[in-house]
């Protein structure tokens, strides 16, 4: 009896540590994005980005098959907090990837970073982890929030406006909007208008605006944020009166359903579809083909994630136990941006060029925001010199 207890007890250790071998043998990436509601179109972007990237991989990174383990935060950080928990403590991923919006990222950064894993922003690029609130396991493969702003204040001092009115959602990144402009720009500011990131309603907004005498529109409204603005903005007769300079309000994942009413909406990125370079044809092509849609920079941004985490696990050979390697070959960046110029400051930010963009209508009938000019070159945050994190 004893002999056969203990046979049992060896082969139950021996299943326990094949099934641990076999988990090590695989790649485990948590992403976490919005995938319902008015801005669910933004998360799954994101989402199928990661996704190609990984097909174009032949679904491994460095040799070894990838586990993707997707949530949806529902917009809602005690709910992020939540999947995010389950990811790290049932899931045990090695990394986390996401989200879309900072207030959910400053709502998972810590559970994360807590846990000893890797977090990956793709979009939220907020302030608060920037500089002293740096961390040597978060990167960003966006930018931080100011950097896209200060772009779209020198490219307003660029198109000649000189009275601007600004519309942003009240949550950190319309903060950190209002604080980029205001870095660079040199005209007046006759507005500051925060409103709920749940507004439905931008009539009396509008209303506003029209009797404000601006020379500009400045908005940051992402998602079905901005297809509602928009809309209204045409509904009021303002289309061709007031020109409009936004961030993520006209682009690849509202230009769908906005249509012609968005062409000629000026904005700023890092990246634009119609950019020409081979990695980004490969890309935009590939994608297309896909999903029947083309890109916007929340799938580039996620397809750049993915690539990152390929060029890091290869580089330690699938080796994740030591991280110091990981995370030195995560800073490396030894990947081809589809972007063009990429690398990542002290604090795990990108230095990166931003371009003044403006949407158009491609032949074949569809929507697409294409590059008028460079802003910036090898841009940097300006909270890097804060961070301590190495």
Same mark, same amino acid.
């Given at each position: 009896m004893r002999a056969c207890v203990l046979r049992l007890a060896t082969t139950a250790a021996l299943m326990l540590v094949a099934h641990a071998a076999a988990a090590q043998d695989k790649i485990r990436i948590?992403?976490?994005?919005?995938?319902?509601?008015?801005? /669910?179109?933004?998360?799954?972007? /994101?989402?199928?980005? !990661?996704?190609? *990237?990984l097909k174009s991989l032949g679904g491994k990174m460095g040799g070894k098959d990838v586990e993707l383990f997707v949530a949806d935060d529902e917009l809602k950080p005690d709910v992020a907090i939540q999947k995010v928990r389950g990811m790290l403590e049932r899931? $045990? #991923?090695d990394f986390v990837v996401g989200p879309i919006f900072s207030n959910i990222l400053v709502a998972i950064h810590k559970p994360v970073i807590d846990a000893g894993k890797i977090l990956i922003s793709t979009n939220a690029g907020t302030s608060n982890f920037a500089g002293a609130g740096c961390n040597a396991n978060f990167f960003v493969t966006s930018y931080q929030n100011d950097q896209i702003f200060e772009a779209v204040g020198e490219a307003s001092? $660029?198109?000649?406006?000189? $009275?601007?009115?600004?519309? #942003?959602p009240n949550y950190p990144a319309g903060?950190? *909007?209002?604080?980029?402009f205001k870095r660079t720009y040199k005209g007046e500011i006759i507005e500051e208008s925060l409103l709920p990131l749940n507004t439905t309603d931008f009539g009396p907004e509008v209303s506003k605006i029209a009797a404000s005498k601006a020379d500009a529109l400045f908005t940051f409204m992402p998602g079905g944020l901005g297809i509602n603005l928009l809309n209204t903005f045409i509904q009021a007769g303002l289309k061709g009166k007031l020109p409009?300079? /936004?961030? !993520?309000?006209a682009d690849e994942a509202t230009l769908p359903v906005l249509k012609d009413n968005a062409v000629g909406v000026y904005g700023?990125?890092?990246?634009a579809p119609n950019m020409d370079n081979a990695a980004n044809k490969k890309f935009v092509s590939?994608?297309?083909?896909?999903y029947n849609a083309v890109p916007a920079s929340y799938a580039m941004q996620a397809y750049d994630a993915a690539m990152l985490i390929n060029s890091a696990v290869a580089a330690v050979n699938g080796n994740l136990a030591d991280q110091n390697a990981v995370r030195a070959a995560l800073k490396k960046a030894a990947f081809t941006s589809v972007r063009g110029p990429f690398k990542f400051n002290v604090n795990g930010y990108p230095i990166e060029d931003f371009y003044l963009t403006k949407v158009a209508k491609r032949p074949d009938d569809k929507f697409e925001t294409q590059i008028v000019e460079k802003i910036f070159s090898n841009h940097a945050d300006g909270y890097a010199k804060d961070c301590k994190a190495q």
């Open positions: 948590g992403l976490i994005y919005t995938l319902s509601g008015a801005p /669910s179109t933004l998360g799954q972007q /994101s989402k199928n980005g !990661f996704e190609l *990237a899931d $045990r #991923v001092n $660029r198109l000649g406006y000189k $009275r601007v009115y600004i519309l #942003v903060k950190d *909007a209002i604080a980029g409009i300079v /936004s961030t !993520f309000t700023v990125l890092t990246w590939e994608y297309e083909a896909a």
